[in-house]
């Protein structure tokens, strides 16, 4: 169980893969998960040995990094767990840490304990269906894949959304900018002394930016977005997730996180019936409906199913 729990961990770095700072803090994460498969736990004063590198750094850096892979686990908590290939594992195996005076025999030391998901996170998908005397035909479990490229205009205005009065200034800012830009364009086209040679690169500039705009307003308001983007696979998205422990229960006051993934799901009924994986896909209800919703693409007008962002579950739509 050790084995799997270290190999569950290895897998979670590369889910981590874009935010990691660096290649020697991914090598030293690495180090001390092997370190851990072999040992209880991971004392402070073993970490410049673990790093196993020619110009260790000091103790307190490690730890830091450490204390960064601890938060970013568990704010992605949720999408790497239900990324998981192995189903074998019914808990979640978290790093702690363990504070220490620093004295002797009371360091500090990081260990990994088995941990349940929070009550939005139903471990429904660790039993096997085969268990179950009767199938449900109308909910369907959504995975999530990190992207591996995610779009630049959501890493650069991810910063935004952590506070919500900078979440309000950027959404003021692009609502001004979406509506004044067409605007101020169609002025110069009857504005006298009119330049061709403005107008283009202005235009262009528009053009370009009007579907990360438009993608960002979406993330703002509805707290999702599909990302049609030529070069992102189907079914990719970006979420607006509450931050992990939020320190207020004032909806207006939590702290919000950018999340760009792959959503896919079983399908309930081609699953049983095929033995199809993964069929369903995110797409937009219709031209007219831009709610969005899971769809099969083997039965793509019968087995439609809704997506609740926080459970990563859908139910059947019925017409």
């Known amino acids: 169980?050790?084995?799997?729990?270290?190999?569950?961990?290895?897998?979670?770095?590369?889910?981590?893969?874009?935010?990691?700072?660096?290649?020697?803090?991914?090598?030293?994460?690495?180090?001390?998960l092997l370190h851990?498969?072999?040992n209880e736990q991971l004392l402070r004063t073993q970490l410049s040995d673990v790093a196993n590198t020619s110009r260790?750094?000091?103790?307190?850096?490690?730890v830091n990094w450490l204390?960064?892979?601890?938060?970013?686990?568990?704010?992605?908590?949720?999408?790497?767990?239900?990324?998981?290939?192995?189903k074998e594992l019914t808990l979640f195996p978290m790093i702690k840490k363990q504070s220490g005076s620093?004295?002797?025999?009371?360091?500090?030391?990081?260990?990994?304990?088995?941990?349940?998901?929070?009550?939005n996170n139903p471990k429904q998908g660790d039993t096997d269906s085969s268990t179950s005397s009767t199938i449900d035909f109308s909910t369907v479990?959504?995975?999530?894949?990190?992207?591996?490229?995610?779009?630049?205009?959501?890493?650069a205005c991810s910063p935004f959304f952590e506070k919500t009065r900078n979440r309000q200034f950027l959404l003021i800012v692009l609502i001004l900018y979406f509506i004044a830009m067409p605007i101020y364009l169609g002025w110069m086209l009857v504005k006298p002394g009119f330049s061709i040679y403005l107008w283009v690169p202005l235009f262009i500039i528009y053009y370009i930016t009007f579907m990360p705009v438009k993608n960002?307003?979406?993330?703002?308001?509805?707290?999702?977005?599909?990302?049609?983007?030529?070069f992102q696979p189907l079914s990719s998205i970006c979420l607006s997730e509450v931050s992990a422990s939020p320190n207020t229960k004032k909806i207006t006051d939590i702290s919000r996180r950018l999340s760009s993934v792959q959503i896919e799901g079983k399908c309930p009924i081609c699953a049983n019936v095929y033995g199809f994986e993964n069929s369903v896909i995110l797409e937009k209800q219709s031209i007219f409906k831009s709610r969005i919703i899971g769809r099969c693409l083997n039965n793509p007008q019968e087995h439609q199913f809704t997506f609740d962002k926080d459970l990563m579950s859908g139910t059947k739509l019925f017409r």
């Open 1 to 32: 169980m050790k084995d799997k729990q270290i190999s569950f961990l290895i897998d979670a770095l590369d889910f981590l893969d874009e935010v990691m700072r660096s290649e020697e803090q991914r090598l030293f994460f690495v180090a001390c």
């Open 36 to 38: 851990l498969s072999d």
């Open 56 to 62: 260790p750094r000091d103790p307190k850096t490690y």
């Open 67 to 86: 204390d960064w892979l601890i938060k970013k686990i568990n704010d992605n908590k949720k999408f790497i767990w239900e990324s998981r290939e192995s």
């Open 102 to 119: 620093g004295g002797s025999g009371n360091e500090t030391a990081f260990y990994i304990e088995p941990v349940s998901l929070d009550a």
């Open 141 to 155: 479990r959504y995975q999530a894949k990190k992207l591996k490229r995610t779009p630049w205009y959501l890493t």
């Open 216 to 230: 960002i307003l979406s993330v703002s308001t509805r707290k999702m977005t599909l990302l049609e983007h030529i």
